[in-house]
């Protein structure tokens, strides 16, 4: 008996540093792990250029797989076709422009890439985009 009245603690936990109300450190170690890798994982999802991109700058991708996307010539054409159209979207700011880009592992397809500083900007191209089509993908950059 200890003094205490009590038998003697024999067995597994013989000699644990464990206390009543207090998480053995294996137990704080796997969740201080499942936490940093919690946060690992939310940190990628939110650094990755799409995801990060849209939601803090608004630039956003045609959505239009590279196989779907028209050809160069054809871009080039519709911007040909539309030059009021890119000039009134140019003339929105110093720094908006309107380009072509072949931004796929195929140089020969392309689409517009429309490049602004910030909200007002895109706004105003949106506008503009609403009463005309330009006939081809069109992607936002913000800059």
Known sequence: MTPGGLPP???PCQGSRVSAGRPARGVVRLLVGAAAVAVLALAAVLLAPGPLQMWLY??????VACA????????QAALD???DVVRRIEDVGDQVD???TA???DPSRAELVVVY???HERREVEAILSRHDLGVPVSWQNA
Not at 58 to 63: M, T
Not at 68 to 75: G, H, I, R
Request: glycine share 14%; charged share 15%; proline share 7%.
């Open 9 to 11: 603690v024999t067995g």
């Open 58 to 63: 608004g630039s956003r991708a045609s959505g």
């Open 68 to 75: 779907d996307l028209p050809s160069v010539a054809q871009v």
């Open 81 to 83: 076709e539309h030059a």
């Open 98 to 100: 309107v380009l072509l």
């Open 103 to 105: 931004t796929c592992e």
């Open 117 to 119: 500083p910030g909200r």
